[in-house]
C-alpha cells in the first residue's frame, strides 16, 4: 500500500496539499455542481431563466445556458495557468524556513 501512495505523490503537482486554495478548482467545483443540478432537475434552468429581469431575458440567446458549464471550465483552465500572488507567498515562505 505504502508503494503507492508514494507514486501518487510524486505525481501531485508541488503543494498539492493547497488544493483548495486554487481559484481553478474552485470554478470547476462551481461548474461540477451547476452540472449536476440541471441533469438531476432540467426544470432548473427554466426556474432560473424565470429569474432574469425581462429586458435581460430578451438579450440573451436560450442557448447560453448550455454554454455556461464550459465557459466555467474554460475559466478553471485560464485561472490554472494564472499566478496567485497569495499562493506564492506562501510558498516563498514554506521554502525559507
Do not use: Y
Not at 18 to 34: E, Q
Not at 44 to 51: D, F, H, T, Y
Not at 55 to 84: D, H, I, K, N, Y
Amino acid at each position: 500500500m505504502r508503494p503507492l501512495v508514494d507514486r501518487v505523490r510524486a505525481r501531485l503537482v508541488a503543494h498539492a496539499r493547497d488544493w483548495w486554495r486554487w481559484w481553478s478548482v474552485r470554478v470547476i467545483a462551481v461548474g461540477v455542481f451547476l452540472n449536476t443540478w440541471i441533469a438531476f432537475d432540467p426544470g432548473a434552468v427554466l426556474w432560473l431563466w424565470r429569474m432574469l429581469p425581462a429586458p435581460l431575458a430578451r438579450l440573451l440567446p436560450v442557448e447560453l445556458v448550455s454554454l455556461v458549464s464550459v465557459a466555467l471550465f474554460l475559466l478553471a483552465l485560464v485561472m490554472r495557468l494564472t499566478r496567485q500572488k497569495a499562493l506564492e507567498a506562501k510558498k516563498e515562505n514554506s521554502n525559507a524556513r
